[in-house]
């Protein structure tokens, strides 16, 4: 894009105008005598060309090269500069000075800090008081102040000048703080609109991942200890040929929903919806340690199949079709999570052989039966009662695996919270 092409920031717009009306005025000022005194010498009057000219020259360089309220700041500077050097041309005329240093005070106040202001402040002292020690200048004009009738024309001019830019400065305000009080209202309508945006997109996501992205607190892809479920409604495929859409919508909708509320109230995380299917791990974002991931995951199993029993229950009262069974595989290892995909599309998901051989239990189990690895067992076989299931080849896993089928939870361990 042209540079030219950029609006200008509504800083260096709104000082554009007092800089022009205060230069005007502060060359009047400072000229007065000269000009009643004849002492009006070339040098003087480069000087008052620049003063004139400044204040264009500076919206020019600022918009190309510092088009910000940064750079609307830091233009001030030159302004402290400038006035140092108007108050030893005017010989340190007291109410010449008192105005000139005013003004940049103010302008200071408007669109700076009170830290950028002592900043100008001092910049201008410097100049000042170099150029009274450079100079050799004598006394702050209070004699000719009170015995020349051309001090007091620049008195007078004075008093316009300070009049003139209060008001213009008291404008000055009041655009700024009309642009600010817009900016505010758009903040506001723009805040709104983001939030019924992430309402929308809450649904897309786990929430235990939409809250890790509301507080920016997701990192590179790391290596993590998962538990990782897989379940699958059987002979999904055929049921869809045998019944209506709606009904099937209705139908998977139903499962679904309930399925994920379970999963939400044991803590695993909802990786995605396959169809029928649906993948949960549990271990990032949050983890209770190996052990207690472990037991969540598979109580998580248990709760869902009871759920869904009570569901072809409900189904067939209903005169649903009722007849859906699952199949369930969990096991737990180490996994790659963190965010996959594109720059356009990213998927926060977990990644390796722990989720393919989860996937091949979930494939291996029979009707409404939970398949997990020994390396889960291991760390449940204490709370749940566990049939072992022997060796078993899955598809595209270079090692046996030993498997074991849950039967259910021992007598003596309660309940986790949130499941009857």
């Known amino acids: 894009m042209r540079q030219s092409s950029l609006s200008t920031h509504y800083l260096i717009k709104a000082i554009h105008l007092p800089r022009v009306v205060a230069y005007l005025l502060a060359a009047l000022v400072t000229a007065s005598d000269h000009f009643q005194a004849e002492t009006f010498g070339w040098e003087f009057a480069g000087f008052l060309l620049v003063l004139l000219l400044y204040p264009h020259l500076a919206k020019g360089v600022t918009r190309r090269f510092a088009n910000s309220a940064s750079g609307a700041q830091g233009s001030l500077r030159v302004d402290a500069v400038l006035v140092g050097l108007l108050v030893i041309a005017n010989e340190f005329h007291f109410l010449a000075s008192v105005s000139f240093v005013t003004a940049l005070i103010i302008s200071s106040l408007f669109i700076g800090a009170f830290t950028g202001m002592l900043v100008n402040l001092l910049l201008l002292l410097i100049t000042a008081f170099a150029g009274y020690w450079w100079l050799g200048l004598s006394g702050f004009g209070f004699s000719a102040m009170s015995d020349s009738s051309d001090s007091l024309v620049r008195t007078w001019l004075s008093g316009v000048f300070i009049i003139t830019y209060s008001a213009i400065a008291t404008a000055l305000g009041y655009q700024v703080s009309r642009h600010l009080g817009q900016g505010r209202k758009q903040l506001e309508t723009y ?10 997109l809450q649904p897309y996501v ?11 607190h997701f990192k590179v892809t790391r290596r993590r200890c998962l538990s ?15 019944l209506p859409e709606e009904l099937v919508t209705r139908i998977l909708n139903d499962y679904l929903t309930c399925m994920a509320g379970v999963a939400l109230d044991f803590g695993g995380t909802i990786d995605k919806f396959m169809g029928d299917g649906i993948m949960i791990f549990f271990g990032d974002p949050l983890s209770s340690g190996r052990q207690k991931d472990a037991l969540a995951c598979v109580e998580m199993a248990l709760a869902m199949r009871a759920k869904l029993t009570d569901l072809r229950s ?42 393919n ?37 899955l598809r595209g896993i270079q090692r046996d695996i030993d498997a074991y089928l849950v039967i259910g939870r021992l007598p003596e361990v309660a309940s986790p919270p949130g499941v009857e």
């Open 357 to 393: 051989i989860a996937s091949r239990l979930e494939g291996r189990a029979d009707r409404d039966g939970i398949l997990i690895s020994a390396e889960t067992f291991a760390l449940v076989e204490a709370q749940l009662h566990c049939l072992a299931r022997g060796r078993i080849r």
């Open 314 to 355: 409900r189904w067939q009262q209903e005169g649903v079709f009722s007849d859906i069974h699952i199949r369930i595989g969990i096991h737990t290892g180490e996994c790659a999570v963190g965010n996959f995909g594109s720059a356009q599309r990213l998927d926060y998901t977990a990644i390796g052989s722990t989720v």
């Open 191 to 200: 805040q709104i609109s983001i939030e019924s945006l992430a309402k929308r």
């Open 228 to 242: 990782v479920c897989f379940a699958d409604i059987e002979g999904f495929t055929a049921l869809m040929d045998s």
């Open 206 to 216: 786990s929430p235990q991942i939409y809250q890790s992205i509301a507080a920016n």
